[in-house]
Structure formats: C-alpha cells, structure tokens
C-alpha cells in the first residue's frame, strides 16, 4: 500500500472515530430562558385576571418588553444579571406603577451542550402607583422553571 493511500485511509478513520464519538446530547434541549413569571389578580381572588390594556418598559426607559397589549394575565420579564436589581414602569389601563426587584444572581452549569446560565433568588420586591394593592412572592427561586413567581393584586 502506498504511503499516500495509507495516510488517507489513516486520516478516514479518525474522521469518522471522531463523528461517530459525538453524541446526540451536543444539541442543547433543555430551555435556558430564565424569566420573572408575573400574574395579575384581582385583590382577594385566587386565579389570574386578565388586564383590559398593559404595557411594560425597563427603566431607564430603554427597552420596550409589552407593547401596549391587550387582554393578558401573565407575562415574563427578565432580570439582569450581576446588576442585583430592575426595575419597570408598568402601564394598567392609563395609570402607570414603577416595580422594583431586588435579588442575587448565581451562575448554573446546565451542560455541555447549553452550556451555563444565570438564576437569580428573590429578595424584596416593591410596587408604586395607583393601580397595584399588593403582590406576593410564591417562589423566589427564579430558574428556566414555568412557575409564577410574583402576584400583583389590583
């Protein structure tokens, strides 16, 4: 056999040694979406009420997450990392609320193939304004988990 045949069936079987070593687990499936999972309740009932009109802005105003929408109950917003704190002015209807969310971020290792992210745990939350009563904390613990983690009453 020659020397150039030998070399490339050489370099053959590495290629495909390599190819067939990777496994299926190289493709990330598992969600690395981190969110602040928000419903709205009407003061002393127990399931979500869909607001008539919202829109949220970060503050500083920079970034638009609700355009004004209509007829929702829930939404998502996410938490900067390493900052430790944000904020969002929060339009009901005609009337704005300024929410704050102070809380610690943690850097998680998920896997090799998604890789790390940030979850973050709860410490205080404040709302002002004219149309929010209250809110509760059900979960502190914010991760790629779909659970609720703040209620605002109005």
């Known amino acids: 056999m020659s020397r150039n045949r030998f070399t490339l069936l050489l370099l053959l079987g590495c290629l495909w040694l390599f190819v067939s070593c990777g496994s299926e687990d190289e493709v990330c499936r598992e969600s690395t979406e981190v969110k602040l999972h928000i419903g709205f309740y009407k003061t002393g009932e127990t399931k979500v009420s869909p607001i008539d009109s919202i829109m949220v802005v970060g503050i500083p105003g920079d970034s638009v997450f609700y355009e004004p ?34 809380y610690n971020s943690d850097l998680y290792f998920v896997s090799y193939a998604c890789g790390m992210i940030y979850t973050h745990t709860i410490d205080t939350v404040l709302i002002k304004g004219q149309t929010s009563k209250g809110l509760s904390i059900p979960y502190k613990s914010v991760t790629t988990e779909n659970v609720q983690h703040l209620q605002i009453y109005r």
Do not use: C, H
């Open 69 to 102: 929408t209509k007829n929702l109950s829930e939404i998502q917003l996410p938490l900067e990392f390493g900052v430790g704190v944000s904020q969002y002015a929060i339009r009901f209807n005609e009337k704005w609320d300024t929410l704050t969310v102070l």
